[in-house]
Structures are given as C-alpha cells and as structure tokens.
C-alpha cells in the first residue's frame, strides 16, 4: 500500500523531532561502547559482529524501498543512492575488519537502538527516493547544491576515513590500550572521525535536497555531538598531557 505525501511528511516532521528530543539526553548519558563500555546495559556481544549487525539493514531496507519504488530513477537519484551504499559498504565490510581489539564487545541493547534508527533511516530515505521523490534531470548535475553538496561528501568521508586510520595505527604492532592521537584534524578536535562524518551526510542533504535527507543529517549531529564530548571528557581524564587547545567536535567552536 503506498503511503500518502502527507502522511509520509508527518511521520517525518515526528522523527525529526525525536532527534531533537534526543539529543540533549544523549548530552547527559554516556552510550556504553567501545573505550566507554560498560556493564550496566544488559548483554554484550563481540564488538566487530555488533557493528555489522547494527549497520546492515540500513543498506537492505533504503534499497528494498528504493528499488520498488515506481519514481523515476535518473542519474543524480543512482548517484544519491551510490554514495550512501559508497559509505555504508566501508562501515560493513571494512571498519570494523580494522578493528585491534578482538576482545572488545558491545551491549546487545545499543545494538537494538541502532538497527531501530537505520530500520526508520533506511525507510524514509528509501521510500522518498523510490516513491514520493519528484524528478531530478540531469541538469541537476550542474546545480550550486549539488556539486558543493557533492564536494562536502567526499571531503567529509576522506576526515572520517583517515582520521578512523590514524586511530587504528595508534595500536600497530602488538600495542595494547589507549594513546592520544595526533596528526590530521586530531591537531584540532578530539573526534575528526565523527566530525567527518557530520560533514559527509550535510553535504548527501545538500545535494539531494529534500527533507528525508537531512533528517539523516540531523539524527547525525544529533548521535555523534553527544559522543564526541564523551570522548572528548574521556581524554581530559585519562590523559594529563593531553593538548589544552583541541575542541571536542568542531575546531575552535565545541
């Protein structure tokens, strides 16, 4: 049964809001996994196997709805589509095959949340690009909101890519623990990594231009603020050398 414009645009304005409802709880509680995991929410399952179950069905269920869509599929909507699978195929099927530690696990509860999140993640996007999404000819290629938008994707993946790198080298060899990162942006933010990533999907909004897509990008903001200042905290209290003048998330700003 197709879903209605209207019913769809308001289920949409609720899960922005809930974003915004979020976020400042998630300023308040650190989310127990990775260097801030914790015993305390239930269950716990291999950190590695965690990441690709909770990132998975994203990819399945944007291109179930996107490929049963009857909207018409130009160039710019398979670009769309191309880089959000470019971002999510490094997230499955190398992130977390980069990862040092074996032991590390994660609460089977976050796993949950996260596959709620991509589930409705994967749906909004998917069902405006493959139903609701009007036309978008080839002349949108030379739209200012598409190839800035589309240069903000690249530059965004490359900080979170590399910067993910820089991370994963910190423990080269057989080096156990944690160390202060140095080199790229680290000179500037505790978490470039997730700065990235905020910069990747503002610049997907940008040139997709439609209210699914920057939904995304504001349970973006939304999720990684909130543990980039954990990380940043974390830094604080472990580290006593670590450098006074780096931010959390944003250079000179938080």
Not at 6 to 20: G, H, N, P, R, V
Not at 38 to 50: A, D, E, H, Q, V
Request: glycine share 6%; net charge positive.
């Amino acid at each position: 049964t197709m879903i209605s414009e209207q019913l769809f645009s308001t289920f949409l304005y609720i899960w922005i809001a809930l974003a915004i409802v979020i976020f400042p709880i998630l300023l308040k509680i650190i989310v127990p996994y990775g260097r801030h995991t914790s015993s305390s929410w239930g269950p716990k399952i291999n950190n590695r196997l965690g990441w690709i179950l909770m990132e998975v069905p994203v990819v399945i269920v944007f291109s179930w709805f996107f490929f049963t869509g009857d909207a018409p599929k130009s160039i710019p909507v398979y670009i769309f589509y191309g880089l959000f699978m470019l971002h999510y195929a490094n997230r499955i099927f190398v992130f977390p095959f980069k990862m040092r530690s074996q032991s590390k696990q994660m609460p089977w509860s976050i796993i949950i949340m996260a596959v709620f999140f991509n589930f409705f993640n994967g749906f909004f996007n998917g069902y405006w690009f493959g139903t609701l999404s009007p036309a978008y000819n080839l002349s949108w290629l030379y739209d200012p909101r598409f190839i800035i938008g589309l240069i903000l994707f690249f530059v965004g993946m490359y900080i979170n890519i590399s910067s993910d790198n820089i991370l994963f080298n910190l423990r080269n060899g057989d080096k156990k623990g944690y160390y202060i990162p140095y080199g790229g942006l680290f000179k500037y933010i505790s978490s470039p990594n997730l700065f990235g990533e905020i910069i990747e999907w503002t610049g997907w909004a940008l040139m997709s231009w439609c209210l699914p897509s920057f939904s995304f990008a504001i349970w973006t903001m939304a999720n990684l603020i909130p543990r980039a200042v954990d990380h940043h905290r974390w830094y604080y209290h472990r580290f006593t050398d670590y450098p006074k003048n780096r931010k959390a998330i944003f250079p000179k700003l938080l």
